[in-house]
């Protein structure tokens, strides 16, 4: 039977001389996950991301990708891999067809039209004659993201995408990646430390401190370990509850002895909650996010303060 796995690696290693940017690292994804790699800057990150796409070779271990281990199988595995990692060079005076022209046709990618069909799927299709020094930074990083669309990858390596945006900038590169993980199947590893953001992405998490990935864990592992949850005081909680179960069919709460609710898979969509209930016309004393948030709980893990 053929393996769901994406990716695997068995005690991959990265030496430089006598400093170790990657100690042995064990790790998977898995088709049609959101790998978030989580760590500060120097951790590893960036390492382990050019071991996977072949920008840097390993010292030691070994990678699988799509079932593929040799040299060979995996120069062809990484065409099926579209990567951002570090910024990519882009020409200050061309414009975002231009630019994306002159890289399908340095990287033999073929058909003129993945140009348009790359820019339409990061919304850069309306962009005409603007010139690249000209762009947002948010404009900037979906150029990035429709380079690395060009070859119609399976996979999406993405090292901290949302790395200097504004918060208009990240909701729309989240919403972006989201789309293309459910519609298309993308599957995606995406590095940063930008926490909060993760827990808006990711479906399954991979901490890494020092060179070492120290735990791995679904989404589900996180809530549970940070505890978060929204804590709603309202009249009617019953009342309450019966829209809350209509609106979110998958929604987790408890009412508790004060006749709060407390919600556990929901915060980030705190306002929609609140717009719930006001339609219902069930009155809302207070809403809050209790627990430990993902920054919290990373620090935890690696000690010492977070670079965020």
């Given at each position: 039977m053929m393996s769901k796995n994406i990716m695997m690696s068995k005690s991959l290693t990265k030496t430089y001389g006598s400093f170790t940017?990657?100690?042995p690292t064990t790790l998977s994804i898995s088709k049609g996950e959101i790998l978030g790699l989580v760590g500060r800057n120097g951790a590893g990150k960036t390492t382990l991301l050019k071991l996977i796409t072949g920008q840097c070779?390993?010292?030691?271990?070994e990678l699988e990708?799509?079932?593929e281990t040799t040299t060979e199988g995996l120069r062809q595995a990484r065409q099926r891999i579209g990567a951002i990692v570090e910024t990519p060079c882009f020409y200050r005076d061309m414009t975002a067809r231009q630019n994306l022209e002159y890289y399908r046709i340095q990287r033999g990618i073929p058909g003129k039209e993945r140009v348009e069909a790359a820019l339409f799927e990061v919304g850069l299709k309306d962009t005409g004659n603007k010139k690249f020094r000209d762009f947002s930074m948010g404009m900037k990083q979906r150029l990035a993201l429709a380079l690395a669309l060009m070859n119609h990858p399976d996979f999406l390596?993405?090292?901290e995408p949302i790395n200097g945006l504004d918060p208009l900038g990240i909701v729309e590169i989240r919403e972006l990646l989201l789309t293309l993980n459910r519609e298309k199947q993308i599957t995606i590893l995406i590095s940063g430390h930008v926490l909060a953001e993760m827990q808006s992405l990711a479906t399954n998490y991979a901490f890494i401190d020092g060179g070492r990935v120290i735990k791995t864990m679904t989404s589900q592992q996180l809530e549970e370990s940070c505890g978060q949850y929204l804590r709603l005081m309202i009249d009617h909680e019953t009342r309450a509850a019966v829209h809350l179960e209509?609106?979110?069919p998958d929604i987790r709460?408890?009412?508790?002895a004060d006749?709060?609710?407390?919600?556990y898979n929901l915060q980030g969509q705190a306002d929609e909650v609140t717009r719930v209930l006001v339609e219902n016309n069930i009155r809302l004393s207070s809403l809050e996010t209790r627990g430990t948030n993902l920054e919290d709980y990373f620090v935890s893990l690696v000690g010492g303060t977070q670079d965020v």
């Open positions: 940017a990657l100690y070779l390993p010292t030691g271990g990708l799509f079932s390596v993405l090292d209509k609106h979110f709460y408890s009412i508790q006749k709060s609710i407390h919600i």
